[in-house]
């Protein structure tokens, strides 16, 4: 059975940095992409940043709210999400997606495999 987990969501003040990890285990296959999404309270889930397997290609959302940057470590089946420059409306459960194939890789529909998600939230 393929899992998805992430880790690394904390509490975190204004103009601090956080780390997301996101491992992919059970899986018989060799991702093609994998992404992050986030969800803030009473808002529609919205892309973060995909990246291929092989760490070709990345496709990123700009916010005013931070900065970000993914990466992946495909030996140890991790992906990772930098943020920097954290402002309180950064506030959300950030959600990591695996898919098997390719598609539209900004969208939530291309994803079959979605962790629990990891709780983010930056205040004074």
């Known amino acids: 059975q393929v899992q998805v987990a992430e880790s690394g969501g904390a509490w975190v003040q204004p103009g601090g940095t956080l780390r997301l990890s996101c491992e992919i285990s059970g899986h018989t296959f060799t991702p093609y992409a994998m992404a992050w999404f986030r969800q803030a309270p009473g808002k529609e889930r919205e892309f973060v940043a995909a990246i291929t397997w092989d760490g070709y290609n990345r496709y990123s959302t700009q916010f005013a709210d931070h900065r970000h940057l993914i990466d992946v470590e495909n030996a140890k089946n991790l992906v990772s999400l930098d943020l920097t420059n954290l402002k309180p409306e950064a506030t959300a459960v950030y959600f990591c997606?695996?898919?098997?194939?390719?598609?539209?890789?900004?969208?939530?529909?291309?994803?079959?495999?979605w962790g629990r998600g990891t709780q983010v939230t930056v205040s004074s």
């Open positions: 997606a695996a898919t098997a194939r390719s598609g539209q890789l900004r969208t939530a529909p291309a994803y079959e495999y």
